[in-house]
DNA sequence: TTCTGTGAACCATTTCACAGCT
DNA sequence: AGCTGTGAAATGGTTCACAGAA
């Protein structure tokens, strides 16, 4: 087991080879190697071996992973075997929809606090699970209540900065945001974008590119394999 | 002007330059260097001079970029010139927070249908712009009528692959996918998955780690600089 | 034999550093 | 003098290929 930095990429893959043993597991299924699993992402089975590799040796040679020990491995690695509590800071539609993804609770998060600086919205209670609002102004108070450990921000982008601020001095050290702006964060403080419009326009850029300006051959007829000349896929 | 291929990090910066552009053109500002563009979003200004590069020569030396040209060129760059009619599939929170989206319309894009399966959704309208909400059978139908070329995947993991054949089917060619679901897409088809869970577990690992442990130092104050040592940010 | 773990090779992306235009 | 455009160097990430364990 060496000590060295890991790269997003690889936990990001890590998130996947979970959920993915997590089904295998459901499915009763035992062992799994590398090259199986590689194909479920069209990834290369190497791949897959590296990254687990960072963090030990999990597999067995001849036979691949025990499905039930390198799922309780990578829970560990990736901190998911404590809870964690996440606050949301806005309360919009996308806010409520985020709080109330039932995605969530499978891997041990549980959304535990909304927030908001409507006083329309303050004081509500949010979705199935009664989540309630809290004023924006709270969010110090709330946070040590609560002993949230990761924001969401779903404000919009002017005013998403004061908020990572408001979080960050509330001590928060993990922070997913979805305001389409350049936030600066402090050090030991993560802070993850996901950029909506970004996402379409690069999108828009494929489209614009003659490889695939033969959408349809004319008619509404799908283009053959043969005619088309670049493939693409993306995860995250 | 070259003819190479571009990454899709080069596309998604290039998204996030257009976006500050038009920000700094509201400001009436005029110029801008490739230095204090790199400032916004701490980058490398190489980086910001390279990405360009590829598309052409759009600088003036000695005094930077001019605003109004450079975002003319990045529009066009990005297809952005042309409108996007998107189609949502999956009418649940997420679909219908995505179709009210306001930030959407800036970039040329415009959320023209949702489809749902549910018979108590369909024909209903959603949000101020009355959306229409069809059968999810009739994705191809409508896609033709309504020149659909962008598609969002809204819906259950176990459902996403074959709403995503369906898509394809129906020729669309870009393909915003929210699903946590790994997608085997056909050549020329570009999918792009947005994986909350898996953003929110590389959070969890990056909390997991000893240079975050000290996330408060005993009691409710955040940790000073000099005791941290990790910092980090990602886009996209 | 099968399949892991891992150096070495390869490829992609970022950063440096500077020639050359304004 | 200031700032772009771009080869060359540096860094980072992926794939190859194979020794060695089961």
């Known amino acids: 087991m060496k000590r060295e930095k890991i790269s997003e990429l690889t936990t990001n893959r890590l998130s996947v080879y979970l959920r993915c043993l997590n089904e295998l597991a459901a499915a009763g299924i035992k062992t799994v190697s590398s090259q199986e699993l590689a194909e479920q992402f069209n990834l290369n089975s190497a791949q897959i071996r590296k990254?687990?590799?960072?963090?030990?040796?999990?597999?067995?040679?001849?036979?691949?992973?025990?499905?039930?020990?390198?799922?309780?491995?990578?829970?560990?690695?990736?901190?998911?075997?404590?809870?964690?509590?996440?606050?949301?800071?806005?309360?919009?539609?996308?806010?409520?929809?985020?709080?109330?993804?039932?995605?969530?609770?499978?891997?041990?998060?549980?959304?535990?606090?909304?927030?908001?600086?409507?006083?329309?919205?303050?004081?509500?209670?949010?979705?199935?699970?009664?989540?309630p609002v809290f004023d924006a102004k709270k969010i110090a108070k709330v946070v040590r209540d609560e002993q949230i450990d990761v924001a969401v921000i779903a404000v919009p982008?002017?005013?998403?900065?004061?908020?990572l601020n408001q979080v960050m001095a509330a001590g928060v050290k993990a922070i997913l945001n979805f305001a389409p702006a350049p936030l600066k964060a402090r050090?030991?403080?993560?802070?993850?974008?996901?950029?909506?419009?970004?996402?379409?326009?690069?999108?828009?850029?494929?489209?614009?590119?003659?490889?695939?300006?033969?959408?349809?051959?004319?008619?509404?007829?799908?283009?053959?394999?043969?005619?088309?000349?670049?493939?693409?896929?993306?995860?995250?």
């Not at 036979?63 to 964690?84: F, V």
């Not at 982008?157 to 908020?163: E, G, I, K, L």
């Not at 950029?195 to 490889?211: G, H």
């Not at 004319?218 to 394999?225: E, I, K, L, M, Y």
């Open 51 to 131: 990254d687990l590799g960072y963090f030990g040796e999990f597999g067995v040679r001849g036979t691949g992973y025990y499905i039930e020990d390198l799922r309780a491995d990578l829970t560990k690695i990736l901190g998911l075997d404590k809870p964690h509590r996440v606050g949301i800071i806005g309360a919009g539609r996308l806010g409520t929809a985020l709080a109330n993804y039932n995605g969530l609770s499978k891997s041990n998060f549980s959304v535990v606090a909304l927030f908001d600086n409507d006083p329309n919205k303050v004081g509500e209670h949010v979705g199935h699970d009664r989540i």
């Open 157 to 163: 982008a002017r005013a998403a900065q004061r908020v």
């Open 187 to 236: 050090l030991g403080v993560k802070v993850r974008t996901v950029d909506l419009t970004t996402s379409l326009e690069s999108l828009s850029y494929f489209l614009a590119q003659p490889s695939s300006a033969l959408v349809t051959n004319g008619n509404g007829v799908p283009a053959s394999r043969a005619e088309i000349t670049q493939a693409d896929q993306t995860t995250l």
